[in-house]
Structures are given as structure tokens and as C-alpha cells.
């Protein structure tokens, strides 16, 4: 397993996650995560190589419903509950010409 | 130390039947809970809300149909309190986030509509570390829930609000939702019962999403007899639900009473003093519910869960990498909170710094690095094949073993503020919960006694999936001898 996780990978990972940090919370969540990552490295002692990866606790693939019209929610159930919404529709602030 | 438990806890069934005979009414039962929550709620925060008029509503209607000889449910006039990540139509739900504030659900949870169906009264939504990310409930945009048996206490976590209105006599049954043990450790640290059923045997549909392939919804009772009775009202396929399993089992009270005559019990040694950080007087305890089982008659051996070492490594890393991408969701565009910004990455950016706590940043932080290019292999990835070997491990077991037995938290409660600032030691709470979730297998957690401070001991029953029965037989002999 490779050096576990620096500040600026921090920084890096909390834009990803689209949260802002302080000077000061980029210094404690990296030693925090740090403790995280340095503890789940005790798992290097196992020989997984041959291991299956199990991602879920069901063997379970695709549910699909029957196709026959069921009755579901109207938006006039939930836009009242958006935090800004314009002609049925959420609103949202310009998306284009954003800078990356 | 300041204790707000009742000196006697009146069940959910003796209250059901009560109320269906006519010998009081669901009005009169609430009305008593209510003066209780009047009385000590400031001084436990068990709720985030308490939904006075709803519930009285609720039951008058209820006093009404038994009046015109109608059908009245399992559960009819029982107060019940929900966890405030759990779908409630037209009350306030906010999984203890500020990033929920003020929104009020669409639609009742599938659990919510079934207890409703069952003649329960919904008396109100509890508290709980935010998005269930904690061990304490000390991560709640609503202040902490204190332990009702040491108001200077956790109650433990997520699920505290609901474990300590139990506790406090607030409610004979709370509902909660377990996803590293966050309904079994705070049920063990506040001397009540609580249950993690076999994933997929209760929908989750309406319920707030931490990590999906672990969270399984289930109940807190003051018996394991109660427990047992709203698991088989909440439990049971639901289409809704895409990861409900069909045959999912909802039959447990008729079978309660046949003992543990001749069954195989394996106590986990690895959760016995094989992981460090389990404290004496709690080794000490279930090793005195384990004579208990062996004097009514079971087959008592010390088993090996080698995996058991690895699992809060694996859990760690699964359960933030899920709830990373779970909690994408909450971008002030659709529900809840919305910080403006000069465009929608900006708004995105504000909402969600504003809106998450420091726990559930650091998690959602966590899953995202684990998840993220370079990384994956080397902690998801491996993250996912511990959990095959623990799914091997317990397969092993339980071709010999009926049960496995363990503590069910490590210590018994701590003062509040001991371990918010160190993630580490608080992660470690979790310890002996965890491998039921990443397997989704069925545990349950019941009050053994109590340590040297006076605080309650739990002891954990796991079972083989789809298995609750033999579980609660387990149980129900251990709460017998317990008492």
C-alpha cells in the first residue's frame, strides 16, 4: 500500500467531494485521515490475491419491476419542498461558463 | 449521577392488548408517555421533534375503530418513536443535518406505513449522530442525546435517540437503523433491547441512505418479546425495496418459548480479549451469560472468526466509500438547505460546507479517496475481500454452530466530550457489531447486567441469515436468566 494520504491530497479529495476547508480543518482532517488509512493497513498481513471482492451481501443482480403503470409522486409533491423552483420546474444557478 | 429510568417498563404487547380489550384507551397511553417526555426530555434530547398533535390524532382514531369493533393491529395504541432518518409524509425529517433543515418528506417510510397499519402510534422522530455517522450521538445539529441512566453520558449511537427513548420511558419501542452497529451499541449502553435484522428482511425503502449495502432498519424494545413482535410487523418483502428479499422471514414470537435445549452456541474469541480495547468487566459479564446458556442446556465452545481482526479496517473504508456517493445527492438543488453562490458549482460547494458536520465531511472525504483512481485497488479493493473472507469464515461456523455469541460494545458508557475529538478511538466502539453488517447477517443486542460504574452491559446473539428465530429463542432464554 502506498505512503498514506498527504494535505494536498486532502485538499484535492475534499474539491472532488465539492467541500471548502480551512487552513486549519485541512490540518486536522489530514492527521485524521491519516489515523484512518495507517490503521487499514493492518490488512497487508492477509494474502488476498485469490479472494473474490464481495460488494454486496446479497447475490442479487438486476430487480426489475412488472411494466404496468403504477401510481407515483406528482411534482407538485416535491417541488414545494426545493429550495428555488421556477415554472415546475428546479431552479438552479447558471451552469454554463463555470470555470474547472 | 442523575438517572431518569422509570422503575418499571410496561411492554408494547401488555399495552396492545390492553387497548384492544378496552381496559384503556391508545389516548390514555400516549397521554402518560407524553407527561413522561414533559417531564425529563430536557434533560435527555431523545427527540428532534415530538409530534404531539399527530400522535393525538392517531390515537383517537384508533380508540375509534376498536369503539366500532374494527380491526385493530399487533401494535394497537402503542406509542412509538422513529428515527429521524426514516421517511415521515409531511413531518420534518432531517437525519440530525443541517443540511435537512425544514424539509418534510413526500411519503411515509415502508417501516412507518407498517407500523401505522399495526394500530402504533408515532409519537415522534429521535435524535442521532448525523446521517447515522457516530457512535455517541454527539453529531447532531440538534445537540447531543444524553444516557438515561447517566445524564452524563452517551446513550451510544446512531441510533441514541432512539435507544435512550426506550431507556427513558418515553416510548415501550423506538425504532433505528443499524449499519455498523448503530442500533445494537446504543441499545447495549442504554440497558435495552435492540435488533439488527437479516439484510433485506426489512425494507429500507424511505429510509435516508448512509452506506446501502450495509444499513438494515430494526427495532428497540424493553423485551426481547416486544423486540420480536415489530419485527414481524416491519419485516417482510417489499417491492419498493430492490434489495428485499422475497422469502423473507416474519414469523419469531410462536417459536420464542422452545429454549436452547441441545443447540450449538460459538462464543467469537477473537471479540472475547483476541482484539485489544474489549474491557474486562465486559469479557467477564458474557462469559456469565455464557454459563447461562450452557446451564439451560446448550453446547457451549469458543470458536475462531479470524476476519473478525480485519473488519474494522474493511468497514472503514466500505462504509465511507458508500456514503461518499450516497451523499452526492445533497447539492441544494432538489430538498433541504441552499447556500447561493455565483454558479452552480459554487452553490454546490457552499450548501454542502455549510450544511455537513465534521463527521460526515470526514467520511464522505474518506470514501472519495478510497474510491478515487490510484487508491481503489489498494483500500476498496481490499476493503471488499476482507469482506468475502468474513463471509467464509462465518459460513464455516455455522456448519456446526446454531448461534455465535460476543459482547456488544467494548466498554460500557462513556462521558460525553471522551472521545468526539479522536475518530480512531471512537471507530473502535463498533468493534463487535460490525461483522453482522458487512455479512448482513441478524444480531441482536440484550441487556446482561451492568459494570462498575453502574452502567449496563449488552450481550450480542448473531445468527445465520434469514435466522432470527433461533435468535430470539437465544435471547429470550438469556433475558430470563438475566433477570
Request: aromatic share 6%; glycine share 8%; hydrophobic share 40%.
Amino acid at each position: 500500500m502506498s505512503d498514506s494520504i498527504s494535505s494536498d491530497e486532502v485538499k484535492h479529495v475534499a474539491h472532488l467531494a465539492r467541500l471548502r476547508l480551512t487552513s486549519e480543518e485541512l490540518a486536522t482532517f489530514t492527521e485524521q485521515l491519516r489515523a484512518v488509512l495507517d490503521h487499514a493497513k493492518d490488512v497487508e498481513a492477509l494474502d488476498l490475491d485469490d479472494v473474490e471482492p464481495m460488494s454486496h451481501p446479497l447475490p442479487i443482480e438486476n430487480t426489475m419491476r412488472k411494466d404496468i403503470p403504477n401510481p407515483m409522486l406528482k411534482p407538485s409533491d416535491f417541488l414545494p419542498e426545493a429550495p428555488a423552483v421556477e415554472g415546475g420546474r428546479f431552479l438552479v444557478p447558471k451552469i454554463l461558463g463555470e470555470e474547472e | 449521577m442523575n438517572s431518569v429510568t422509570p422503575k418499571q417498563y410496561q411492554s408494547a404487547s401488555e399495552i396492545a392488548g390492553l387497548v384492544a380489550n378496552r381496559e384503556t384507551s391508545a389516548v390514555e397511553i400516549l397521554e402518560r408517555h407524553l407527561n413522561q417526555i414533559e417531564e425529563h426530555e430536557k434533560d435527555v434530547n431523545a427527540f428532534n421533534l415530538v409530534t404531539i398533535n399527530e400522535a393525538r390524532a392517531a390515537a383517537k382514531e384508533t380508540d375509534k375503530l376498536i369503539v366500532e369493533g374494527g380491526n385493530v393491529g399487533p401494535l394497537a395504541g402503542v406509542p412509538i418513536a422513529i428515527k429521524d432518518n426514516l421517511c415521515t409524509k409531511g413531518i420534518p425529517t432531517t437525519a440530525s443535518s443541517k443540511i435537512l433543515e425544514g424539509w418534510k418528506p413526500p411519503y411515509d417510510a415502508t417501516v412507518v406505513r407498517k407500523l401505522k397499519e399495526a394500530g402504533a402510534t408515532i409519537i415522534g422522530k429521535t435524535n442521532l449522530d448525523e446521517f447515522a455517522m457516530g457512535s455517541s450521538t454527539e453529531n447532531s445539529a440538534f445537540g447531543p442525546t444524553r444516557n438515561p441512566h447517566d445524564l452524563s453520558c452517551v446513550p451510544g449511537g446512531s441510533s441514541g435517540g432512539s435507544a435512550a427513548a426506550v431507556a427513558a420511558g418515553f416510548a415501550p419501542i423506538a425504532i433505528g437503523s443499524d449499519t455498523g452497529g448503530s442500533i445494537r451499541q446504543p441499545a447495549a449502553l442504554c440497558g435495552v433491547v435492540g435488533v439488527k435484522p437479516t439484510y433485506g428482511g426489512v425494507s429500507r425503502y424511505g429510509l435516508l441512505a448512509f452506506a446501502s449495502s450495509l444499513d438494515q432498519v430494526g427495532p428497540f424494545a424493553t423485551s426481547v418479546k416486544d423486540a420480536a413482535i415489530v419485527h414481524e410487523v416491519i419485516g417482510g418483502y417489499d417491492p419498493l425495496d430492490s434489495t428485499s428479499i422475497k422469502q423473507a422471514p416474519n414469523s419469531f414470537v410462536n417459536e420464542i418459548d422452545q429454549g436452547v435445549n441441545k443447540l450449538k452456541v460459538g462464543i467469537i474469541s477473537e471479540l472475547m480479549g483476541g482484539i485489544d480495547g474489549i474491557t474486562q468487566e465486559v469479557i467477564k459479564q458474557t462469559n456469565i451469560a455464557v454459563s447461562a446458556l450452557s446451564d439451560a442446556g446448550a453446547q457451549v465452545e469458543e470458536v475462531s472468526l479470524p476476519a473478525a481482526l480485519y473488519c474494522l479496517s474493511a468497514y472503514y473504508l466500505i462504509a465511507p466509500a458508500e456514503a461518499s456517493s450516497n451523499l452526492s445527492r445533497y447539492d441544494g438543488v432538489r430538498y433541504g438547505l441552499r447556500v447561493d453562490g455565483a454558479n452552480l458549482k459554487e452553490m454546490n460547494v457552499n450548501t454542502r460546507t455549510e450544511g455537513f458536520g465534521d463527521e460526515v465531511k470526514r467520511r464522505i472525504m474518506l470514501g472519495t479517496y478510497a474510491l478515487s483512481a490510484g487508491y481503489y485497488d489498494a483500500y476498496y479493493g481490499k476493503a471488499l475481500k476482507v469482506r468475502r473472507l468474513l463471509a467464509e469464515n462465518f459460513a464455516d461456523l455455522y456448519k456446526d454452530y446454531d448461534v455465535l455469541l460476543s459482547p456488544t460494545s467494548p466498554c460500557t458508557a462513556f462521558k460525553l466530550g471522551a472521545k468526539i475529538d479522536d475518530p480512531m478511538t471512537m471507530y473502535v466502539n463498533d468493534v463487535c457489531t460490525i461483522p453482522s453488517n458487512l455479512v448482513g447477517h441478524p444480531a441482536i443486542s440484550i441487556p446482561f447486567g451492568s459494570g462498575k460504574d453502574g452502567m449496563p452491559i449488552g450481550v450480542q446473539i448473531l445468527a445465520p441469515p434469514m435466522n432470527e428465530s433461533v435468535m430470539y429463542q437465544v435471547a429470550h432464554t438469556l433475558e430470563k436468566a438475566s433477570q
